[in-house]
């Protein structure tokens, strides 16, 4: 937690988040970096989450992100983690362009800090469960795997899941400091051994990743995604292969309401109509409130045949 400053969190975190794509200069291995401070802030804000569950859903935020750099046009990926822990699952989706959204099923749990003092993340996924990982690649139906939650930590969950799953070794940091009024620090990174890569590299990797295993500190010191590339690559020549913003956005809209509403179809309308006059949902990902009045339902009825 934090010391509770006298300045905001929010004044002292950089103005936007962005995330790096680079590739050591011999093709071994992708790397995937990113800072979420502000994108994690705007989630825990919207949702009032508070601070166990922030860092959790934080974790899975800046995954979604890391692994939202690798899709193409308009794919996207969703990621769900559900345990047994009183979180009750964590969803996120993000999608090549660097939009993330995502929420907690029950964002006001509390537990104790772990022995290490620290937020205690497996404590409120809990340890027995799945990761799901569901990829839309614009073909004809999603593709879903999942694998069994290992840690329940997230970062060590991801990578069971890289090489069970998809069969490639990955290495995985993820963090989220968070303060007395917000974020103060967010990111990750996640790094891929490519087809063919020398399996000698592991070791390496994995000495660096260790040193990286704080990563919400190097960013709350102002360290960027370029140089957690750096560090993760530890004396690797590498080439950055582009930058890219994230940030948190959501993709509701009143006309995906009624969408929904028509798939009810006409009976289930007149019902709402008769019953309660008006419809007020608010969507699950982002907490924005959406209100249909009896002149929407009707105008909706008209449409139906
Ligand atoms: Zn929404």
């Not at 200069?25 to 502000?38: W, Y």
């Not at 959790?56 to 995954?63: E, F, N, P």
């Not at 004809?140 to 899941?161: H, N, Q």
Request: hydrophobic fraction near 40%; charged fraction near 25%.
């Amino acid at each position: 937690m934090g010391t509770g400053r006298s300045l905001k969190s929010s004044e002292l975190i950089p103005p936007f988040d962005y995330l790096t794509r680079a590739t050591d200069s011999s093709g071994n291995v992708r790397v995937l970096a990113a800072r979420t401070t502000r994108m994690v802030e705007e989630c825990r804000e919207r949702h009032k989450i508070y601070p166990t569950v922030t860092a959790a859903v934080g974790r899975i935020l800046t995954a979604a992100a890391l692994m939202g750099a690798c899709l193409k046009g308009e794919e996207t990926l969703t990621l769900r983690i559900f345990g047994d822990g009183p979180v009750g699952g964590i969803i996120a989706d993000a999608n090549a362009k660097g939009e993330v959204r995502g929420y907690a099923k029950n964002p006001h749990v509390h537990v104790p800090l772990n022995s290490w003092e620290k937020l205690d993340v497996s404590g409120i996924i809990g340890n027995q469960g799945s990761l799901c990982v569901t990829y839309d690649l614009d073909m004809e139906k999603p593709y879903t795997g999942c694998t069994p939650i290992i840690s329940g930590e997230i970062a060590k969950d991801l990578v069971y899941y890289f090489y069970t799953s998809e069969q490639i070794p990955a290495i995985v940091s993820l963090g989220v400091l968070v303060g007395w009024d917000g974020v103060i620090a967010a990111g990750g990174i996640l790094l891929q051994l490519l087809p063919g890569a020398e399996k000698s590299l592991i070791p390496k990797l994995e000495k660096n990743a260790a040193e990286l295993s704080d990563v919400s500190h190097l960013i709350q010191e102002g360290e960027t995604p370029e140089g957690l590339v750096e560090r993760a690559l530890g004396g690797l020549e590498f080439k950055i292969l582009g930058k890219q913003r994230v940030h948190f956005k959501c993709r509701c809209s009143k006309e995906k309401l009624k969408e929904i509403l028509m798939a009810l179809g006409k009976k289930e309308i007149q019902d709402i109509l008769i019953k309660q006059g008006k419809v007020e949902a608010a969507c699950p990902f982002c907490s924005h409130k959406y209100l249909l009045y009896q002149k929407d339902l009707e105008a909706l009825l008209s449409g139906i045949t």
